[in-house]
Every structure is written in C-alpha cells, then in structure tokens.
C-alpha cells in the first residue's frame, strides 16, 4: 500500500522543491465557474499555474484537450469523465474541507438562488 505524507502549511506559503513534488496541494481553491474544467483542467492540467505537485499525465491532458475542443455537450461530458477517471485512478487527491455558507434576508425577497458556487445569484432578484 503507497504512503502518504500530511504536509501542514499556512495561507500564502508555497511549497518548493523536493516538497512538491508528486504531492498535489490546493490552498482554499474556489472554482469562478460551475464547470468541470475549473476543478479538472486549471488544477491537474500539465503545467496548469495551480498544480502545485507538478503531477503530469498526458492521457489526462487529451482528456481535457477533448474536451474544451468539442462544441457538443454529451461529448465533452465523456471527454471530462475520462479525465476524472484517469484522476481517480492515478491521482492522490483527497479533499480535507468543504465548507457551507449561509444567507439571510427579509420576507419578500424573490429569485435568491444558489450560483453553483456557493453565493446568491443577483440576476433576477426581486422584492415582492
């Protein structure tokens, strides 16, 4: 059974050399789109300016080449579910925290749904 090593480290530092490598850390990650590629392609993606463990495969990258090339949803959804497969199979990725977050208004508000990133969605709101 592969070891595993637990690296403790703050906001804002980095880790360097020999530390890095093979060990994919993502520091509070937050995607700006609800798309597969945000949590798929900008963190694992050779060279990807977030894959910090420096972690390369190029079966992933044609995956993910796969599927920001196609204009055709079910296909891209294939491309990208063989990136997660090639993730799940070869990757050590374990998520340590998933956080939840709370809003409040008054009686009235109308429309105040969900982004799929975790704030309200301002388009559409109304007051009743």
Do not use: C, H
């Amino acid at each position: 059974m592969p070891k595993a090593r637990l690296l403790i480290i703050g906001m804002g530092q980095e880790l360097r050399g020999d530390d890095a490598v093979g060990l994919e850390v993502v520091k509070r990650w937050q995607a700006d789109y609800p798309g597969p590629n945000d949590f798929l392609g900008l963190l694992l993606e050779t060279g990807a300016s977030n894959n910090a463990g420096r972690w390369s495969s190029a079966d992933f990258d044609d995956a993910i080449a796969d599927a920001l090339a196609t204009g055709d949803a079910a296909a891209s959804r294939a491309a990208y579910d063989r990136a997660e497969a090639i993730v799940q199979r070869d990757v050590p990725v374990i998520p340590v925290e998933y956080g939840s977050a709370w809003a409040l208004s008054r009686d009235g508000l109308l429309g105040a749904i969900d982004n799929g990133l975790g704030g309200i969605r301002m388009a559409g709101l109304a007051w009743r």
